[in-house]
């Protein structure tokens, strides 16, 4: 829009398949074989968009606000279930999912002509995600409490200049699990996040530039369990990679 203000709009298109598989005791048989149940479903047309403003005050500071729509999902599919003594049955399932809208406030500081500075602020809506339910069309719905709640991550980095062509990157974060203890699941055991990044840019022209990414997540230990049922400590390392290509018309 000008030296200092920009914007960019965003749309996106999803794709969701997701399977829950459950094993239970059995109802009527104390001590017998175990019932278990599979659900199986797909939503193949979800959209988002996203939106973001750009402004710089003064030369080498940026201050980023973007924002990422929520999408909502609409999963058809099966329920299969297996219970011994009776064989297995089918029915059509139904399942609506909303994931969350992320807000997210960014701020880059360059030094100099080598090195850049970074920090970011992100908060993720995910109280929107409040229950799993699976509407069985001839038998009882399945209803899963998660009550999770929304999270911030707060993250900072640098970046060094090698040479007119490559860039160096590194960051260190923290980001807040959206589960609660009287909900978590052996489903998605979730634990606090400490997140270290590293990261490479290569930009062989004014037009195309392309970035690799690698990410290390360590999770904290949580604890999972139903009274006497069960009891089950968790701890979680995550390795995300990723690669992109950009080019400017």
Same mark, same amino acid.
């Given at each position: ?108 500081? $360059? !030094?100099?002509?080598? #090195?850049? &500075?970074? +920090?970011?602020?992100?908060?993720? *809506?995910?109280?929107?995600? /409040? %229950? ?28 060094? $200049? !090698?040479?007119?062509? #490559?860039? &160096?990157? +590194?960051?260190?974060?923290?980001? *807040?699990?959206?589960?609660? /203890? %009287? ?67």
């Amino acid at each position: 829009l000008s030296d200092q203000w920009s914007v960019g709009l965003g749309v996106s298109y999803n794709y969701l398949e997701g399977e829950l598989s459950r094993t239970a005791p059995h109802p009527a048989i104390p001590g017998g074989p175990d019932v278990r149940s599979r659900v199986t479903g797909d939503d193949s047309a979800s959209w988002g968009y996203n939106v973001g403003v750009l402004f710089q005050p003064v030369e080498g500071t940026r201050i980023g606000l973007s924002y990422r729509s929520e999408v909502d999902y609409g999963l058809e599919g099966k329920t299969t279930l297996q219970i011994p003594g009776l064989g297995t049955q089918r029915f059509d399932a139904a399942l609506d999912v909303t994931l969350p809208a992320i807000a997210d406030l960014s701020i880059t500081q $360059q !030094l100099n002509e080598r #090195w850049t &500075l970074y +920090a970011t602020a992100m908060w993720t *809506e995910w109280s929107r995600f /409040d %229950e799993l339910v699976v509407e069985n069309r001839g038998f009882t719905n399945v209803v899963e409490p998660q009550e999770w709640q929304d999270t911030w991550l707060f993250s900072v980095g640098a970046s060094v $200049q !090698l040479s007119p062509t #490559w860039m &160096l990157r +590194a960051g260190i974060g923290t980001d *807040e699990t959206p589960t609660r /203890d %009287e909900h978590r699941s052996v489903r998605v055991p979730n634990g606090d996040r400490l997140l270290l990044g590293l990261g490479a840019s290569w930009t062989p022209s004014d037009e195309m530039s392309a970035d690799l990414g690698y990410m290390f997540i360590k999770e904290e230990e949580v604890n999972v369990g139903r009274g006497t049922a069960y009891q089950a400590d968790f701890q979680t390392d995550i390795h995300i990679v990723a690669l992109q290509v950009n080019y400017r018309f």
